[in-house]
């Protein structure tokens, strides 16, 4: 084996020993409710679990986000893009004053490879729901 061969061999495994691959799976695996009050008043719990029929919700409101956006944002947080977007949830529901009492947050599934997002334009959103039966409170993400 020639010496460029071997430099060829050395730089291509070192650069692929590298490559990282992360996958977010979406708020569809995640569980986690928690409650807050608006500034009106309203105590409202904010999660990741899709209402279902049976709780009767009717839905008072829908915001979209930059999900690439708001996982930058996160990085100096300890929740991540999760705890950005919870925050601009509360923040919406505050400045037009909704009664929600279920918000839920979406959270697109993604892949990046050494932190290239492959799906950068994918929205994360919060809709409001009014729901007869909101989610048990659950703290721990899964």
Not at 7 to 26: E, F, K, R
Not at 126 to 139: E, H, I
């Amino acid at each position: 084996m020639t010496k460029n061969k071997l430099t060829g061999i050395l730089l291509a495994s070192s650069l692929l020993a590298g490559c990282s691959v992360h996958t977010d799976m979406g708020s569809k695996y995640i569980s986690k409710v928690t409650e807050e009050r608006l500034q009106n008043g309203t105590l409202t719990k904010v999660g990741f679990i899709t209402p279902e029929a049976s709780w009767q919700c009717k839905r008072l409101d829908r915001k979209t986000y930059n999900w690439a956006s708001n996982e930058v944002k996160g990085m100096i947080k300890i929740g991540g893009g999760y705890e950005v977007l919870h925050e601009q949830a509360i923040a919406y529901a505050n400045s037009q004053n909704l009664k929600p009492n279920y918000i839920l947050l979406e959270v697109p599934q993604q892949t990046s490879i050494n932190g290239f997002n492959l799906d950068y334009n994918a929205d994360s959103a919060a809709s409001y729901f009014k729901c007869k039966t909101t989610p048990p409170l659950k703290t721990s993400l899964f």
